[in-house]
Structures are given as C-alpha cells and as structure tokens.
C-alpha cells in the first residue's frame, strides 16, 4: 500500500513554470514505477509522465515532452512533475499514481495507487 498526496497546483500565465510534488507514504515507495496523469474538464484521465522505480527510465506524452520533467526522490519519497512552457491546453487536474506492473506505464489501468489531484490552470 501506498498513499499519495499531490501539491503544487495553481493557477499561472501561458509560458510560465510550476512544479508538482507527490509525497508518498507507506512501505516500499521506491519499488513503484509512478506516473503523472490529468484530466480536463469534459475528458478522459490522460498519461502524462511516467518515471522508472529505481533507474531514470522516463516516459512523457508527445504534448508534454520537451515542455515537462519527471523526477524522483527515494529517499524523501516524493515524484516531481516540472512544468515549463505551459499553455492554456494543459489546465487540469494532475494526479499522480503507482504503478503496479513493471513495464508501460501509459495506461490507467496500470496503477493501482491515486492520489486526489492537484489543480493547475493556465491563462492565455
């Protein structure tokens, strides 16, 4: 088991930075691939990043890459979603999960922890 607790969000001018935080709690968060996704008002859940357990294997979606980073820190338990260049397209609610197999990562379904999400809204 592991509980996550997403901070960071808020709201932010076309262009600007924020940085999201997933503090994690619970046994063994550093055996867990962990991922960003959001949701839009009036869409589905999308993958955003995803981030290896214990290497630096990252994934991004091809609306995101060059613009966001993830990162984690084992030691503190925390994931960090770093979002530059945003645009009014990325306003939503970001949550950040587990994963609970070892490959992919893309899909929802492949996690088996949330978070409550963290609002990020961005104005043109």
């Known amino acids: 088991q592991v509980q996550l607790v997403e901070s960071g969000g808020g709201s932010v001018q076309a262009g600007g930075s924020l940085r999201l935080s997933c503090a994690a709690s619970g046994r063994a968060f550093s055996s867990y691939p962990m991922g960003w996704f959001r949701q839009a008002p009036g869409r589905e859940r999308e993958f955003v990043a995803a981030?290896?357990?214990?290497?630096?294997?990252?994934y991004y979606s091809d609306s995101v890459t060059g613009r966001f980073t993830i990162s984690r820190d084992n030691a503190e338990n925390v994931v960090y979603l770093q979002m530059t260049e945003l645009k009014p397209e990325d306003t939503a609610v970001y949550y950040c999960?587990?994963?609970?197999?070892?490959?992919?990562?893309?899909?929802?379904?492949?996690?088996?922890?949330w978070g409550q999400g963290t609002r990020v809204t961005v104005s043109s």
């Open positions: 981030i290896g357990s214990m290497t630096s294997t990252t």
């Open positions: 999960a587990a994963a609970v197999v070892n490959d992919g990562w893309r899909d929802a379904a492949e996690y088996g922890f």
